[in-house]
């Protein structure tokens, strides 16, 4: 596609864009800032950018995203409580960490698991439901970011390894779809997602060295 097509393509998806895309995005860029900061602000910013795309997602035939986005509304509130529990001292009793090599394990398994069954079910509903999907880029958007939320909620490091990925197929998957506002949005999460990523380790190393 020459580059003037993409440019002129990027420029009328803006102008296309609606208000509840720039509401989702605005609050998921939010929520990535405030997950690098160890903020707790972002669940809720999290549950308003999720309930959003849910919707979005169905519109545009993206199976896999909605259910990622309704997981994400799932680990928002498990993160949250995980998040604000206090031990005796009242002192937050996650701490962010790296992981093991045996949690590595059952980290890639997890989104194994994932990839595999949502990419059955979207080849499966690509020929009945909706000729639309993209299955193999769906999936790997989706199981990633299962598997970096999940690891987010526990403050693992490595969750952010797992965003970076979903960053880097939400840009291509939504630009497509015609979603141009979010694939620039998936662009600015991925430049947090890579600060976030620095910015954990150092605090990891530190927790570590205490």
Sequence with gaps: ???????????DGLRATTLPEYIAVI???????YSKKENIWVYPTGLLNTSIYIWLSFKYHLLGEA?????????????????????????PVLAIKFSTRKEWIKELLFFAFFYCSIYGALVFLKKEFAPGAI??????ASASAFTGMWLMAKKKVESWYWWIITNI???????????????????ILLLIALGGLQEWKRKAAQNNAE
């Design 1 to 11: 596609m020459p580059v003037q097509e993409i440019f002129n393509q990027f420029i």
């Design 27 to 33: 609050a998921g860029i939010a929520s990535v800032w």
């Design 67 to 91: 259910s990622v986005n309704f997981y994400y509304t799932l680990m928002n509130i498990y993160g949250w409580y995980l998040w604000t529990r206090k031990d005796a001292a009242q002192k």
């Design 135 to 140: 299955p193999w880029a769906d999936a790997l």
């Design 169 to 187: 197929c939400g840009m291509p998957l939504y630009f497509v779809k015609g979603l141009v506002f979010t694939s620039v949005y998936y662009f």
